[in-house]
C-alpha cells in the first residue's frame, strides 16, 4: 500500500498541478451539493432519524485517489487529530471516519467524497436519457415522491473527480492521500501508522 520513495518524488514534481486538481475536485463537490440540496427539497427526501446504516455497513464505497487526497488534505489542514484513526486501518471493520457521536456519523463531512455525498440523494440516466432516482433501501417510499425528471447523477460526478485514476476503499484512498500530502509536505518520509 505505500508507494515508492521514487513515485512520491515524481509527484512533487507534479505539484502545483496536483493543487490545481483539488481546487477543481472542490468546485465540482459545490456543484454536486447544490444539485443535491434543489433534489431533495423539491422531492422531500430525508434520511431516518439518526441513521448511519451506510458508513457502518461491513464494506466501504470505493472512491478515486483525488478524492482520498482531497479527504486527507482537510484532514492534515483542519483537523490534525484525525491522524491517528489511521492506526485503525489494519483492523477496520467500515470506513475509519464513522463516528455514531459525531454529526452525520462522519469525522470528515466537508471533505466527504461524492459517494458519500449522493448515497440515496441522486440517480442515473436508463438507456432513454431518463432520470432514475435510486433511494436508499434504509429510506421509506412514502417519504418522498415518486416521479422526477431530473436529479444529481453521481455517476458523472465521479468521473469528473476520479481524473481517471483508480478507485480505492474509502480508507485506503484517504491514507495513501495523506502519505502523499505529508511528503510533500517537507516531513521525513513515508510513513506507516497502521499496526
Ligand atoms: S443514506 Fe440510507 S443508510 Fe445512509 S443514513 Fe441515509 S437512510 Fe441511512
Ligand atoms: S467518509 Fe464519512 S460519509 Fe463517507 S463512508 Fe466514511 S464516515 Fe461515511
Redesign the pocket.
Known amino acids: 500500500m505505500e508507494k515508492s520513495r521514487e513515485a512520491m518524488d515524481k509527484e512533487r514534481q507534479e505539484l502545483p498541478f496536483w493543487q490545481e486538481r483539488l481546487n477543481t475536485l472542490a468546485c465540482q463537490y459545490e456543484q454536486f451539493e447544490k444539485e443535491i440540496i434543489q433534489f431533495t427539497k423539491e422531492a422531500g427526501i430525508r434520511c431516518p432519524e439518526g441513521c448511519g446504516a ?2 457502518s455497513a461491513a464494506y ?2 470505493e472512491v478515486s485517489l483525488p478524492e482520498g487526497e482531497y ?1 486527507a488534505r482537510y484532514i492534515l489542514e483542519e483537523q490534525q487529530e484525525l491522524e491517528s484513526r489511521f492506526s485503525m486501518m489494519k483492523k477496520r471493520s467500515c ?1 475509519i ?2 463516528d455514531e457521536s459525531t454529526p452525520f ?5 466537508p471533505a ?2 461524492v459517494i ?1 455525498r449522493g448515497f440515496g440523494f441522486s440517480g442515473y440516466t436508463n438507456k432513454y436519457g431518463e432520470f432514475i432516482y435510486r433511494p436508499c433501501r434504509h429510506m421509506h417510499p412514502s417519504q418522498f415522491k415518486e416521479h422526477y425528471s431530473n436529479g444529481p447523477i453521481i455517476s458523472r460526478y465521479q468521473a469528473q473527480v476520479s481524473f481517471g485514476s483508480e478507485f480505492l476503499p ?1 480508507s485506503e484512498a484517504i491514507y495513501l492521500g495523506w502519505q502523499k500530502l505529508k511528503y510533500l509536505n517537507g516531513c521525513s518520509g513515508p510513513e506507516d501508522r497502521a499496526s
Open positions: 451506510c458508513c466501504e464505497p479527504a470506513c471516519f464513522y456519523h462522519c469525522m470528515i463531512y466527504r467524497p458519500c474509502i
